[in-house]
């Protein structure tokens, strides 16, 4: 077990370490003195962007030499911080905006790390998914962390129909140049009534957030073409709970979902079993996301 550093002596083990170090999203008081002062002890930080880290470690005073760790060299640099760490150096991981390895680079390097034998240590701070998540005021049980969903809307709306049934809140991360066309496949997919909360640049100078319907997203984004702009974390509401169904009308709900799509199987159903409409369409992405699988009797 490592020896943990105390509040008056070294932030770094006594062993040498790979700390996984949060920085800020934007604003940089939100940075932690913890992280500080590891960025200052450690021997090396590996960036992904050190151009970009530059700035921060100009604005702290820190003079740590960095390396770059990045997508594209993952595996080469991943091999350095073994090396350096086999050679009693400490090193620091940071990505270019919050906790590193949450959808940016990193998880394979502290993997390769971990296998080697050496210690990896979390120093937390700011995380843009939990920032969103923790000013939606969705109150269900649990949230499930999607990260970035495909670039192309066929193998997004596939992904999005594996989600479509999980009561969790939904919490996924996009950019700017598909952000629009994310939320029009997610209308489609999980349901214009579905409530979403869109965060853009977050804790920057043009920092938005905005709750509201699925299928209102469209013409909210179409208002102003300044908020296509920046880096989204958007949090999806769960799917509603199918309340109210007999098993008279999950069965018929379930032979029209066996050769029809969910909104035209939904509406069907609805019609002739006079159940509602919307805790048919909730059962029925729950079954699609389960492989279409027939309801229970």
């Given amino acids: ?60 005073g820190i003079r740590t030499r960095m390396l770059a760790l990045h997508e594209h060299n993952e595996q080469v640099a991943a091999s350095q911080l073994i090396e350096l760490l086999a050679q009693g150096r400490h090193v620091a991981l940071i990505t270019d905006a919050g906790t590193p390895a949450v959808s940016d680079p990193g998880a394979r390097a502290v993997a390769r790390v971990r296998a080697a034998g050496h210690p990896v240590v979390p120093v937390p701070g700011a995380c843009a998914a939990v920032a969103a998540l923790s000013v939606s005021g969705f109150a269900e049980a649990g949230f499930r962390f999607v990260g970035f969903l495909p670039p192309k809307s066929a193998a997004r709306r596939a992904a999005l129909e594996k989600l479509a049934g999980d009561p969790d809140v939904l919490v996924f991360y996009e950019a700017p140049h598909r952000v629009a066309e994310c939320v029009a496949d997610m209308a489609a997919v999980l349901g214009g009534m579905r409530e979403v909360l869109i965060a853009r640049e977050l804790t920057k100078l043009h920092e938005e957030i905005a709750c509201l ?45 066996a050769e029809l799509p969910v909104k035209t199987a939904s509406r069907l159903a609805a019609e002739i079993s006079g159940a509602p409409r919307n805790a048919l369409y909730a059962r029925a992405l729950q079954l699609k996301a389960k492989g279409g699988g027939q309801a229970p009797a």
Wanted: glycine share 4%; proline share 6%; charged share 20%.
């Fill in 213 to 257: 319907m699925l299928a209102d997203t469209a013409a909210w984004f179409a208002a102003d073409p300044n908020r296509s702009r920046g880096e989204f974390v958007l949090v999806v509401r769960g799917a509603p709970a199918a309340e109210g169904l007999d098993a008279e009308a999950e069965k018929v709900l379930s032979l029209l979902l």
């Fill in 1 to 60: 077990m490592n020896d943990l550093p105390t509040a008056a002596g070294s932030p770094l083990s006594s062993t040498p370490s790979l700390y996984v170090v949060a920085t800020p999203l934007g604003n940089l008081q939100d940075v932690t003195l913890r992280a500080l002062a590891v960025l200052r002890a450690v021997d090396v930080v590996a960036a992904e962007d050190t151009r970009h880290s530059q700035r921060l470690f100009d604005a702290c």
